[in-house]
């Protein structure tokens, strides 16, 4: 279902703020369109764990912990998944992992730290 590029990962100070981002470069739009996207993350000795997703009519769901932090949204037009994360904690971090139908990106890597 084509490759799953993955950005905006980084370090952060407790109360910060990132945007995740993640393209399906190799998707034609008619196939992105009804796809659900998701983020995963997984922390150093824990499951990978679903942090947010959002259906092809736009529902989305959060796990507790993040809910009223993280935001996520889709474009189809230009084929993205995006994770707005404000009010980042120490908790947050993980390696984050975007999904998109039964494709999966590379991950990229969120620190949360003083």
């Known amino acids: 279902q084509g490759q799953l590029v993955e950005s905006g990962g980084g370090l952060v100070q407790p109360g910060g703020s990132l945007r995740l981002s993640c393209k399906a470069s190799r998707m034609i739009t008619s196939t992105f369109a009804p796809l659900t996207g998701a983020w995963y993350r997984q922390a150093p000795g824990r499951q990978r764990e679903l942090v947010a997703s959002?259906?092809?009519?736009?529902?989305?769901f959060y796990e507790d912990s993040v809910k009223g932090r993280f935001t996520i949204s889709r474009d189809n037009s230009r084929k993205t998944v995006n994770l707005q994360m404000n009010s980042l904690k120490p908790e947050d971090t993980a390696v984050y992992y975007c999904?998109?139908?039964?494709?999966w990106g590379q991950g990229t890597q969120v620190t949360v730290s003083s």
């Open positions: 959002i259906s092809s009519s736009f529902s989305t």
């Open positions: 999904s998109l139908g039964n494709a």
